[in-house]
């Protein structure tokens, strides 16, 4: 069976593909979105604590030897501690300045977290192992699908959509969104809003590292995994509109399948495509298709 | 919320307009040091730190002056070098004629990216012109002409104007240094002009300038296609000198050291840029057998600048001697 001239295999296989990437995406923006509601920081760290998440996952089965289902525990919050050190250590005190500063530090944070890394690991990836119950696959009669992935994407999918509840309907979101309004008003009302900063971008850190964790199995672990994807990532956060949670939800896994899609009608476009979208979403939408105008 | 002198990107100084003795002195030194410099200093080295250094004026004369950050400069760099070693190579152009086509490849591209760009601000800003440097990275990577990988390898340096045989090494780094001493002069003709004085007030408060009956956008359109065309002359001028583009100048680790060089010597800063250039250039030349070393230091310097030293060298050693360098 064919639909436009391409194999439906061939197609199914490639809307898996884009809804895997389409997780990352979605993940990884989310994080940069829920830390730059707040922050107001583009945090460029974000690919390279992505990369952590993944070397978490690594080390613990290496060092400790717990396997994958613990490391989906500890990686992410490890790695989200490193980030509050961080926020406490030195964003906190870039909060007065032009908010470029921000970028510029985090991005300084990515080098040498890269770099480190690479030098200790070399360039080259380190494998993981799948885990033992999530091995194999289904076949659904007109495609194979592998446990794995058929995971990645409803965890991930599932892990959005409670971010997205959190903030969004509980008492706790509604504090956390008065704080990106207002934050002196609500520290008025006896919130501890640094604190709030710092646990926010722990969370949207820990995101990052969760997703590395995800990874690992389907990518290898490897020092430079997140330097070139955050930029994509970073062009759907664009597209979504910054600081808008469900625009990084739905642009994220939207743009996976869309990516996926070009790859086999006009395969050459492939690792551009999103970035046209985004030219064009500005022409039509400065702000991003979800977000509001400032 | 309180105006400290750094609120801003690049106003780490008081702007001071029009030519002082300090920039005199200081431009004359400069002038000197480079004129004597080749007979000390392998003259390759000294040419690629010249290229470099006029490619973070370019990128100044954005952030210093408009306050935009643009973080896919290395699109102009690179283009322009891809425009000028397919001119020179393929069609036989002159090295004056390939400079100037790879310098207009790169200001047109400048006019094209920043009309999408310049419609929004700050971190909008930098993320925008990023995807666009990593579009036109892949449409590298892809298209014939630039060679993918390898690049456009041994491009001839010809004779300039008929004249000047630039494969003589000395010959040539004098002709790279005058393409840098006007490039460097045009730049701060720019800044300190009318023109000039319109980009800062849009840079401390748009509203206003808007509202004196300023057009912002095409102001802050024209400083971008200008910072995309020196950078672009810069390309062009390193693809004939080391006779090679390649995909490296078009990556976004040069977007980020082109703004490492202008951070380490000073946002906003006339003479920044250039000790900044000089600085880093030497830097990866003695660590470039170190491997990941050259990214850790590179962030460590970013951090450090961003965290405490704000002003840059020369915007802390023109506070330290109350002049504006």
Known sequence: MTIFGVATQALFGQLLIGLINGSFYAMLSLGLSVIFGLLNIINFTHGAQYMMGAFAAYLILKWAGLGYWSALLIAPVAVGLTGMVLERTTLKRLYQLDHLYGLLLTFGFALIIQGLFRHQYGASGLPYPMPRELAGGQNLGFMFLPNYRAWVIVFSLAICLTTWYVIERTRLGAYLRA????????????????RMITLTYGFGV???????????????????????????????????????????????????????????????????????????????RPTGLFGRAS | MTATTDRYVGTALPAVTGVSISRVVAFFVMTTALVVAPFFVYPVFLMKALCFALFACAFNLLIGYVGLLSFG???????????????????????????????????TLGVVIGALAIRSKGIYFANITLAFAQMVYFFSLQAGFTGGEDGIQSVPRGTLLGVLDLRETLTLYFVVLAIFLVGFLLIYRTIHSPFGQVLKAIRENEPRAISLGYRAEQYKLLAFALSATFAGLAGATKALVFQLASLTDVHWTMSGEVVLMTLLGGLGTVFGPVV??????????????????????????????????????????????????
Not at chain 1, 179 to 194: H, S
């Open chain 1, 206 to 284: 820990g995101l990052a590292g969760l997703a590395g964790v995800l990874a690992a199995p389907i990518y290898q672990v490897n020092p430079l995994m997140g330097a070139d994807l955050i930029i994509v990532v970073f062009a759907v956060v664009v597209i979504g509109g910054l600081g808008s949670i469900m625009g990084s939800i739905v642009t994220g896994f939207g743009l996976g399948v869309v990516e996926a899609f070009t790859k086999v009608f006009y395969p050459e476009a492939s690792n551009t495509v999103i970035f046209v979208i985004m030219a064009l979403v500005l022409l039509v």
């Open chain 1, 179 to 194: 704080a990106t309004e207002n934050p002196a008003l609500v520290q008025a009302f006896g919130i501890n809003v640094p």
């Open chain 2, 73 to 107: 400069h290395a699109v102009f760099l690179g283009s322009a070098g891809y425009g000028a070693a397919h001119a020179a190579k393929v069609w036989g152009f002159p090295p004056e004629l390939a400079i100037v086509f790879g310098t207009g490849v790169a200001a």
């Open chain 2, 276 to 325: 900044g250039a000089f600085v880093v250039v030497t830097l990866e030349n003695y660590l470039a057998q170190l491997g990941a070393w050259v990214t850790i230091v590179q962030g460590v310097i970013f951090v450090v600048c961003v965290l405490t030293f704000r002003r840059g060298i020369v915007g802390e050693l023109g506070h330290i001697l109350r002049k504006s360098l």
